[in-house]
């Protein structure tokens, strides 16, 4: 090795020159932010569903509205597999936890089993196994260790493998429930959202809801974070996203808001720290969980309004897949480089990632970091949104300064958006 | 028989009633929904409990400075190949044969430390014995290897100018070797002749170096333009000359009559002999050549065959006594540069410092004394003494400290805060020109600033500093304490400490830069289950507990040794 002085007499101006390559590293992360990867084509429809391959990453199924499943392969970036599923919409797909086989339900009121293999030659491309229901299921999930799936429309049921009909069905009111999801870690729970603007949790061993959130408007979906067992984010009608704690639904942790138009979808990174959320804007945001807004934000003219987003379990892709009919791939970290990094390539890549969390905070440098061009659309409702709630909050503090001190409490943000909580 | 004397019914009546009244009344059944309530909401606290005992891990994982995923990371040990072999078994009738046959000669069929037959006579010899003979076995080991190493490492030798060189010296080697066995023992000597005329043998009959081949061909076609290619072929006809070179052993009894004949038949190489009487006349008398040889003297017999080994090893001898003093000569060459070129950056150097100074002080002392007027002033730049007395009559009239003073006065007024005037004559009394507003007045409407803070250059009285601040330097800077940060010291220092490998060592650079997030490419991160994290915290005992371990302990993978790169 070289011998070397640390001597810092020898080596002055550290702080300039570190923030000179931390603005260098910044402009260059934006120069290669390139995300985009591929898109896959093939459906003769808008794409209503995902589901990940358990076992492989580079498979992915995609229910379209015209009842088309196809199965792609990432890495070829072809369909590898077409079934006709149902008539009408696929509402809801799932794969189940070994990867053998996976769900499908449609508007034509049936849950049917596939399996993930294809067809040998001469076999037809059939289901292991159809449910006939008598009313529509509209999502669909399977839990993550046991041979059970649940299912939703006009109430949870939670159905066994080898049965026809539920082992039992959860209800609570009267409501059309559009999503149900199951917690990877404590995996008894479940957690729905109806059209009542509501979302319930539901404990499968005792069988019985458990409670019930109302907000001021509907949530689409819901998923729960891998990586921390009572922490779920709801994506909902009010352009914003909400992450609850399970133990303290009267206000959530974090309201995350930059979306411009309804929430979609919402999944997220397997690691738990961040996630992705669909929108009916065209864009797809991601979100740190602790943060209040986006630290990314994709955007194609061609894509119209994302549907279903899913962040592929290696941490390194998402795929959203819109209104007409393309799957889209994009990587995660828009800047990064893939493959195999040499030792010193790795190494100057850590320095710089550090260099821009330490200076962070000076102006020029969040300029730059910050700086995402949107389409014309998003950029003038940002804009118009941003008007009208401060128009709004003048009118509070004019309100609240011109009336009896004390009369006006104060309200957080968080809790402005429940409406109450039922037990 | 008696009449029926009729009871009191009042009697029954009063004891219902008090049992009655005892007996409190059954509860109302709860309505399903207030029993469903119930039942929610006992679930409801038990379900919070359960996964209250995330609590801890889910904490500590925000908090972690590194996560590595996927958390299970499973090594793929290998295997020691003495298991595996030891594990195999033969099988086939073929393996059990030639298993038998190497039982009975105790011959090793895994490959251990010591042999069978080695381990039987380590048990015949002594201790020391047995000591002495592993040490010399070692020694024999660490030899060999050593030679295999070295050869290894010479094989990988492109560079042609060493490969010439060593086919000079190996050359002149073997004609030492050669010569050395001539005197010690003819008869391997002749062995040797025999194999050089072997040599020679297969090189005329193979017409290996003459230019025909494919390589000499292409060679030709290149010949005409490139030097190196000529110089090539050339080597090449050299080299076949070189070999089919006759080597002549003069036998002193056949001597006089063989050598000419010799001379006739092969027609090569035209040895002169130095004073070689009686075979040829005409060749009598000193050779041009340098020939003065000590080995000249060992006889006649020698004659022929060293005459072309002496001439070559004079050519070589020459060449290389040349070589070393080319070699020699560039040296000092280089170092007579190198002393040139160093005494005169030296005299430079002295030579420009001092113009330079001295135009300097010229120039100032000019300029002054053109601006004071000073008349008459001589300067000569030689000499000190005059020099500071010029200095001193030029500034005579020059008070340095009192003007600095007064400009700092100036600056330190300039730079406090004014007092805000918001007085208006009227309002509350009379005004008018000539009329003042009343002291009270003043006092209430002249609003006086919060005093400023103390100036850096306080205790410094020949210095001023600036407090303005300076536009171009905030844009960049930093005006609010960010929000993780508690303290403008904890930020500063932050943003103080260089993280770069210019002011840190290199193990230090990394610890510093580690991500915070490390994945394995083509790995799927499962979601957290109660099997990664070892010991689960109680909701109970929480907060006692220290810090879980969410990543498992695993042993290091074994760590490759750099290849340390030959310098």
């Known amino acids: 090795a070289v011998p070397r002085n640390y001597d810092p007499a020898l080596h002055p101006f550290e702080v300039p020159r570190e923030y000179t390559r931390a603005l260098n590293a910044t402009k260059l992360e934006r120069v290669f932010a390139k995300p985009f990867l591929s898109s896959l084509d093939g459906h003769r429809d808008g794409v209503n569903c995902m589901a990940k391959h358990p076992k492989s990453l580079s498979t992915v199924l995609s229910g379209a509205c015209d009842g088309e499943v196809k199965i792609w392969n990432l890495t070829k970036r072809q369909c590898v597999r077409t079934i006709q599923a149902h008539e009408g919409f696929v509402r809801g797909m799932c794969a189940r936890f070994c990867g053998t086989s996976f769900f499908t339900v449609g508007d034509d009121k049936t849950v049917k089993q596939w399996k993930m293999e294809s067809p040998e030659y001469g076999e037809e491309e059939e289901p292991i196994h159809t449910i006939l229901g008598k009313t529509v299921y509209t999502g669909i999930d399977h839990h993550w260790k046991e041979a059970v799936f649940a299912t939703c429309g006009h109430q949870v049921d939670i159905w066994d493998e080898q049965r026809t009909s539920p082992m039992c069905s959860l209800t609570w009111g009267f409501d059309s429930i559009s999503s149900v999801k199951f917690n990877p870690i404590e995996t008894y729970l479940l957690g729905s959202c109806a059209s009542d603007r509501n979302i319930v949790l539901y404990d499968m061993r005792k069988s019985t809801p458990l409670k019930k959130v109302i907000l001021n408007m509907r949530t689409n979906t819901l998923c729960w974070n891998p990586m921390e067992a009572f922490v779920f984010t709801a994506a909902n009608e009010d352009y914003n996203l909400y992450t609850f704690d399970m133990r303290f639904l009267e206000s959530p942790m974090t309201v995350h808001m930059d979306h411009v138009s309804a929430v979609l979808d919402v999944d997220y990174s397997p690691t738990g720290k961040e996630f992705v959320s669909a929108s009916f804007d065209k864009s797809v945001r991601i979100f740190p969980v602790d943060k209040g807004h986006s630290r990314e934000v994709y955007h194609t003219k061609r894509m119209q309004h994302v549907i279903t987003v899913k962040w592929t379990s290696d941490n390194k892709y998402i795929l959203c897949g819109s209104d007409e009919m393309n799957i889209r791939l994009w990587k995660a970290n828009a800047s990064e480089k893939l493959g195999v990094l040499a030792p010193r390539e790795k190494a100057a890549m850590n320095y710089n990632q550090k260099l821009k969390e330490k200076f962070q905070y000076h102006p020029q440098i969040r300029r730059i970091a910050q700086h995402r061009h949107l389409p014309k659309s998003i950029f003038c409702q940002i804009k118009e949104q941003r008007i009208m709630r401060e128009a709004r909050r003048r009118k509070e503090l004019n309100r609240r300064k011109h009336s009896k001190p004390g009369s006006m409490p104060f309200v957080s943000e968080r809790k402005k958006h429940i409406v109450a909580v039922v037990k | ?567």
């Not at chain 2, 193979?206 to 090539?232: F, V």
């Not at chain 2, 063989?258 to 005409?282: F, H, K, Q, R, Y």
């Not at chain 2, 103390?454 to 536009?471: A, T």
Request: aromatic share 4%; glycine share 4%; proline share 8%.
């Open chain 2, 1 to 567: 028989m008696q009449p029926i004397r009729p009871k009191s019914a009042l009697s029954t009546v009063k004891k219902e009633l008090t049992k009655v009244k005892q007996k409190k009344a059954v509860e109302l059944p709860l309505s399903k929904e207030e029993a469903e309530r119930v039942v929610r909401e006992a679930a409801y606290v038990r379900t919070s409990k359960d996964v209250g005992k995330w609590q801890q891990v889910v904490l500590q994982n925000r908090r972690a400075e590194q996560l590595v995923f996927p958390l299970k990371q499973e090594i793929a040990t290998v295997v020691p190949l003495e298991q595996v072999v030891s594990t195999w078994k033969a099988r086939t009738p073929l393996e059990q044969e030639i298993f038998g046959l190497l039982h009975k000669t105790q011959q090793p069929i895994t490959d251990p430390l010591l042999t069978p037959e080695e381990t039987a006579s380590l048990q015949a010899m002594s201790l020391e014995e047995a000591r002495q003979r592993r040490a010399e076995l070692q020694k024999a080991r660490v030899v060999q290897s050593y030679y295999e190493a070295k050869a290894r490492r010479e094989k990988k030798i492109k560079s042609k100018k060493y490969h010439r060189v060593l086919k000079k010296s190996k050359r002149r080697k073997a004609l030492k070797e050669f010569e050395q066995l001539h005197k010690t023992d003819p008869e391997a000597a002749l062995a040797r002749l025999e194999e050089l005329e072997q040599l020679r043998m297969q090189e005329r009959m193979s017409l290996k170096h003459q230019n025909k081949g494919k390589w000499a061909r292409s060679r030709a076609i290149m010949a005409k333009y490139d030097l190196e290619a000529r110089k090539a072929m050339q080597e090449q006809l050299a080299r076949n000359k070189e070999l089919t070179q006759k080597v002549r052993v003069e036998l002193p009894e056949e001597e006089p009559s063989d050598v000419p004949e010799e001379d006739l038949t092969s027609g090569t190489v035209p040895a002169i002999p130095a004073g070689a009487s009686g075979a040829n006349p005409w060749m009598l008398g000193k050779p041009s050549g340098p020939t003065e040889e000590p080995k000249a003297q060992e006889g006649l017999e020698n004659v022929a065959v060293p005459d072309a080994v002496e001439s070559k090893e004079e050519m070589e001898e020459d060449e290389e006594e040349e070589e070393l003093s080319e070699e020699e000569a560039l040296l000092q060459d280089f170092a007579q540069k190198r002393h040139v070129r160093q005494q005169q950056a030296r005299s430079l150097e002295e030579q420009g410092g001092e113009l330079t100074a001295r135009e300097c002080v010229s120039g100032v002392l000019q300029g002054w004394a053109k601006a004071r007027g000073v008349v008459g002033a001589v300067f000569c730049p030689e000499g000190g003494i005059d020099q500071r007395g010029v200095i001193t009559e030029a500034f005579a009239g020059d008070d340095v400290v009192a003007d600095f003073s007064r400009e700092k006065r100036k600056a330190e007024e300039a730079a406090k805060p004014q007092p805000v005037n918001l007085v208006l004559p009227g309002w509350g009394e009379w005004g008018g020109t000539g009329l003042k507003p009343s002291a009270r007045k003043i006092k209430r409407f002249l609003l006086k600033p919060p005093p400023a803070p103390p100036r850096k250059d306080q205790h410094l009285p020949h210095v001023i500093m600036s407090e303005r601040r300076n536009i171009h330097a905030a844009a960049h800077q930093v005006s609010e304490l960010p929000f993780p940060f508690e303290k403008h010291q904890q930020f500063e220092q932050s943003i103080r400490t260089p993280v770069g490998a210019t002011w840190n060592t290199q193990r230090a650079f990394q610890k510093l830069t580690t991500p915070r997030i490390i994945t394995r490419a083509g790995h799927i991160i499962q979601p957290l289950s109660a099997e990664d994290v070892p010991d689960m915290a109680t909701p109970a005992g929480a907060g006692a507990k220290p810090a879980l371990e969410i990543v498992p302990q695993r042993p290091e993978p074994p760590c490759r040794r750099r290849r340390r790169r030959a310098r």
